[in-house]
């Protein structure tokens, strides 16, 4: 028997359970399905959230003929023997195909290419579904002809209603057993998934079949038993997708913005994803320099000291470390007057006339360069009172530029 998951997988609209903000009766996706006029789409979004479910309904719907391909596994070969069968006239009188391209972001270059033609002509309605960031891993001309939509995770409420579905159906789901289950119960497996409703079924139905029937003729399936099945809070991220860049941009942010909670939070869901702890000690040497600059230089000085001990230590000791750094640089006073300043000085080399060097401040290793002006005229700062004097450093043609400007 299939996974209860599969089971359950909605076959109208009205059975899905989320993304109202899509689907709601007034949607442009929701309509262009109920009226079958679907264009290509690219579903964005994190695991569970209902892409392969939302294509299932698709294909429910739709009185073209309907194929699915993973891209893990499928090729260009595969691709054109469906674009010659979406061609046969007598096979498919409509000329037409709704493809469903599971984990699009995975298929290359060339077999992305190849879909283009046939997706330009309206010969394929694409839909892709991909966890990873389309604008990233898509090619831009096929998704320039396609729509793409953004999966959210499920709320709780959404993912209880799920459950409660698929406790109460008796032809697909759990409905054929005796069972007592409370909301607050529900509750629980929602808030462990985050947002994934295969994954709180999957633990439903866990929980079901490996409980005994008590003596009073039913199953009891409590927080306890669910927490069991569950073993581990699913936590959404993956250090080598598009969360791990949504993570470490709120890690940085929180540090800069001075909030040593935020970084903690940022840098445990870090840690707990297996990010590189080395990765982590960088992106907090950067930001002690760009973000603390001049306002607290003692602030790179200890990641930079922080980084190393990382790298000597390792984890999981490495975590207190990195908790020490990102909490001082958190914590630290702000400038970045320093990382601005070098930024406009590098666009001043590389794109503008800047002039030469002064004279007086130009190398004259030899006695007999000092005719041709080299040094001529350079005030040693030490020979004046304090160890400042004014002259001018910076070439004529931009002797009055400020790079270093503090607030």
Same mark, same amino acid.
């Given at each position: 028997?299939?996974?209860?998951?599969?089971?359950?997988?909605?076959?109208?609209?009205?059975?899905?359970?989320?993304?109202?903000?899509?689907?709601?009766?007034?949607?442009?996706?929701?309509?262009?399905?109920?009226?079958?006029?679907?264009?290509?789409?690219?579903?964005?979004?994190?695991?569970?959230?209902? *892409?392969?479910?939302?294509?299932?309904?698709?294909?429910?719907?739709?009185?073209?003929?309907?194929?699915?391909?993973?891209?893990?596994?499928?090729?260009?070969?595969?691709?054109?023997?469906?674009?010659?069968?979406?061609?046969?006239?007598?096979?498919?009188?409509?000329?037409?195909?709704?493809?469903?391209?599971?984990?699009?972001?995975?298929?290359?270059?060339?077999?992305?290419?190849?879909?283009?033609?046939?997706?330009?002509?309206?010969?394929?309605?694409?839909?892709?579904?991909?966890?990873?960031?389309?604008?990233?891993?898509?090619?831009?001309?096929?998704?320039?002809?396609?729509?793409?939509? *953004?999966?959210?995770?499920?709320?709780?409420?959404?993912?209880?209603?799920?459950? *409660?579905?698929?406790?109460?159906?008796?032809?697909?789901?759990?409905?054929?057993?005796?069972?007592?289950?409370?909301?607050?119960?529900?509750?629980?497996?929602?808030?462990?998934?985050?947002?994934?409703?295969?994954?709180?079924?999957?633990?439903?139905?866990?929980?079901?079949?490996?409980?005994?029937?008590?003596?009073?003729?039913?199953?009891?399936?409590?927080?306890?038993?669910?927490?069991?099945?569950?073993?581990?809070?699913?936590?959404?991220?993956?250090?080598?997708?598009?969360?791990?860049?949504?993570?470490?941009?709120?890690?940085? =942010?929180?540090?800069?913005?001075?909030?040593?909670?935020?970084?903690?939070?940022?840098?445990?869901?870090?840690?707990?994803?297996?990010?590189?702890?080395?990765?982590?000690?960088?992106?907090?040497?950067?930001?002690?320099?760009?973000?603390?600059?001049?306002?607290?230089?003692?602030?790179?000085?200890?990641?930079?000291?922080?980084?190393?001990?990382?790298?000597?230590?390792?984890?999981?000791?490495?975590?207190?470390?990195?908790?020490?750094?990102?909490?001082?640089?958190?914590?630290?006073?702000?400038?970045?007057?320093?990382?601005?300043?070098?930024?406009?000085?590098?666009?001043?080399?590389?794109?503008?006339?800047?002039?030469?060097?002064?004279?007086?401040?130009?190398?004259?290793?030899?006695?007999?360069?000092?005719?041709?002006?080299?040094?001529?005229?350079?005030?040693?700062?030490?020979?004046?009172?304090?160890?400042?004097?004014?002259?001018?450093?910076?070439?004529? =043609?931009?002797?009055?530029?400020?790079?270093?400007?503090? *607030?």
């Amino acid at each position: 028997m299939e996974p209860l998951a599969y089971r359950m997988s909605p076959r109208t609209l009205e059975e899905f359970f989320g993304q109202k903000h899509i689907l709601g009766e007034d949607k442009l996706l929701s309509r262009a399905i109920k009226a079958d006029r679907l264009s290509s789409i690219i579903l964005w979004g994190p695991p569970g959230c209902g *892409k392969t479910a939302l294509a299932r309904v698709i294909a429910n719907m739709t009185k073209n003929k309907f194929k699915k391909l993973n891209a893990v596994n499928s090729g260009t070969a595969e691709i054109k023997e469906m674009v010659a069968e979406a061609k046969n006239l007598l096979m498919n009188p409509s000329g037409r195909i709704v493809l469903f391209v599971d984990e699009i972001h995975r298929f290359n270059k060339s077999q992305q290419d190849t879909l283009l033609p046939y997706v330009e002509d309206g010969t394929v309605i694409l839909i892709g579904a991909t966890t990873e960031n389309p604008y990233f891993e898509v090619n831009k001309a096929l998704l320039s002809r396609s729509t793409v939509f *953004k999966l959210e995770p499920l709320q709780a409420e959404d993912v209880v209603l799920a459950l *409660k579905n698929a406790l109460s159906d008796k032809e697909r789901g759990l409905g054929n057993y005796l069972l007592e289950i409370n909301d607050k119960t529900l509750f629980v497996i929602a808030d462990m998934v985050n947002g994934d409703v295969r994954k709180a079924l999957n633990i439903l139905e866990m929980a079901v079949l490996t409980t005994d029937m008590a003596s009073d003729g039913l199953i009891h399936i409590d927080e306890k038993v669910v927490r069991e099945c569950s073993q581990q809070r699913v936590t959404e991220f993956d250090k080598n997708g598009d969360s791990h860049y949504d993570n470490i941009s709120a890690f940085i =942010k929180s540090m800069r913005g001075s909030s040593p909670d935020g970084a903690l939070f940022y840098l445990a869901r870090a840690i707990a994803g297996g990010e590189d702890p080395m990765f982590l000690a960088r992106r907090i040497v950067i930001c002690a320099a760009e973000d603390v600059g001049m306002a607290d230089p003692n602030a790179l000085v200890v990641a930079s000291a922080g980084a190393q001990a990382v790298h000597l230590v390792g984890m999981p000791e490495a975590r207190i470390i990195l908790a020490e750094m990102a909490v001082y640089v958190a914590k630290a006073p702000k400038s970045n007057a320093s990382y601005m300043g070098i930024n406009m000085a590098l666009d001043d080399v590389m794109n503008t006339d800047t002039g030469t060097i002064p004279m007086h401040i130009r190398n004259a290793p030899v006695e007999e360069m000092k005719q041709f002006g080299y040094h001529e005229g350079y005030k040693y700062a030490h020979d004046y009172e304090g160890g400042f004097v004014e002259q001018q450093y910076l070439p004529d =043609k931009i002797k009055d530029k400020k790079y270093y400007i503090e *607030k």
